[in-house]
């Protein structure tokens, strides 16, 4: 059965850091780019990390840049998203995704793998 699973969310205050990280199971996880994305209440969801599995290529949104950094370690399985100077417009639940296509059109492939969510809150 395959699983992605979320941990790591919860309530800081603005200028905070949080790291959320996605636990993989039940597929071969070298051979799959793995990103976060999050979703804000009454906003689309947002692409805002992937690292690739070929070469360990990193790509984020603009919002994010200089403040968030992903990673993987490929013998535990799990993702990370570093998250520091968190604002309040990062308060969103993140979810990761897994994607055998790599990071280009993560997310939107119909067999992409989905975690439920991790909710992050950030006070102002």
């Known amino acids: 059965e395959v699983q992605l699973v979320e941990s790591g969310g919860g309530l800081v205050q603005a200028g905070g850091s949080l790291r959320l990280s996605c636990a993989a199971s039940?597929?071969?996880?070298?051979?799959?780019?793995i990103g976060w994305f999050r979703q804000a209440p009454g906003k689309e969801r947002e692409g805002v990390s992937c690292i690739s599995h070929s070469d360990g290529s990193t790509y984020y949104v603009d919002s994010v840049k200089g403040r968030f950094t992903i990673s993987r370690d490929n013998a535990k399985t799990k993702v990370y998203l570093q998250m520091n100077s968190l604002k309040p417009e990062d308060t969103a639940v993140y979810y990761c995704a897994a994607s055998q296509r790599g990071c280009y059109g993560l997310g939107y492939n119909k067999d992409d793998y989905w975690g439920q969510g991790s909710q992050v809150t950030v006070s102002s």
């Open positions: 039940g597929f071969t996880f070298d051979d799959y780019a």
